[in-house]
């Protein structure tokens, strides 16, 4: 690629060629399967955190609030390196530091870090679901546990889907800070090859093709996702006050 | 069957309910009214313990709600025990909070198979026989969304009921209703009555209260201003508050 730019060393031949190679597709293989198990986890702990910080317990909602201000408050990154690197020197065992492989603890890093985020996520949707759902379950006999269950999170879903698929974009590309504690995802992989051939520019444009392609295939999924979800339940009840805002329009009645 | 003594609920620094004292015999229907802020809401939310008292003391058929007596001491119940005392007590709401993600039939069911642990068989038949009791035979895979407001309305009224509850309590159940849907709804609440329930109705329906309460009960400023038969409270209340109160509404 010498025209438009004379000084730039770039052969998309090369590029070709590496963009089907084994190692970049078990790299971006690890990067999926990282990313799915992070986001897991960071769902579930993002759901208890948000359980535990509504609740009016300060022997709850204290900790929780502490996950979410320190995880949410340092850089990715060094939670990864912290993690990776402290964890083993608390039990000073080999069979365990064996077990400690970048790739678990980046999935446990991710997942941690994920759910100081999902906290509020859930916490949003949570509360996005009428008071008066929560009194209707309570007076038929259920408790707070039973109602939050089958009545108000299933509801929750419905705000809380969309903005976890942002996540999981975010969780995909952000799969690729574990290149630092020698997690083989799909930044590694295309390092490991340029560091020898020198091609960097092409296989970082290979690396970044495949994220492209798992974050808009993923996007798509999502639009059909959120498309299905809301087939089954078209408005909310018409209430009086449904009925006003359907009137005006306002934001409040396209709000799931 | 309800009985409430001085019963006192305070929000913050606002007293809602500044000494509550009424029995509700078994099958009696009792309509409250009175203006906006007086407690009737709060009231009818403290017996089914969605609120809890600051003073005073309420029972349910004899059983003390929210709180255990225990060695003459009353102790506070646990959450699974209130949740089991509110199974018995029905209650409707002004904006139906019906369950929108669940069709007619999987609102009326789903707390007699989750809470009372009915059989799905058993508790589907019971279901469609409760909605149709309502007139909403029709409508059992309709998901709220779809159904008009007293018809939603009476979803919820059978959804109450299915949970065979001995009281109902009744929260301006029309109010947030379209004025021909009101009518439908007040047809059921009727025959409730007819049946014996024990009913206590927050409504400014004069008609239904003069056709089939037993007694109302005007409330202001958190107390008890009057109460009576309707024809004595409507045609010679005692009170000069209540003389207002009936002049600006009737």
Known sequence: MSIPFPSLDFDPEIVWKFLFNSVILEGAQRTIVVAIAAQVLGVVLGLLSALMRMSKNPLLNVPANLYVWFFRGTPLLIQLLFWYNGVPQLFDNPDITRELTSFRVAIFALGVNEGAYMTEIVRAGIESVEAGQMDAAKSLGMTSAKAMRRIILPQALRVIVPPTGNEFIGMLKNSSLAFAIGLMELLSASRSIYVVNFKILELLAVASIWYLVMTTLFSLAQAELESRLAVGVRERPLTLFGRMTEAFGTARARFR | MIRCQEVHKRFGRLEVLRGITFDVAKGEVVVVIGPSGSGKTTLLRCINHLEAVNAGRIYVDGQPVGYREVKGRFVEKSEREVAR????????????????????????????????????????????AMLAKVGLGDKLHAYPAQLSGGQQQRVAIARALAMEPKV?????????????????????????AREGMTMIVVSHEMGFAREVADRMMLMDEGVIIEEGPPAQFFNNPRHERTKLFLSKIL
């Open chain 2, 85 to 128: 005392m509110r199974a018995s007590i029905g209650m409707v709401f002004q904006r139906f909070n019906l369950f929108p993600h669940l069709t007619a039939l999987g609102n009326v069911i789903d707390a007699p198979i989750h809470v009372r642990k009915l059989g799905r068989s058993k508790a589907l038949e019971a279901g469609r």
């Open chain 2, 168 to 192: 109902m309590l009744f929260d301006e159940p029309t109010s947030a209703l379209d004025p021909e849907l009101v009518g439908e709804v007040l047809e059921v609440m009727k025959s409730l």
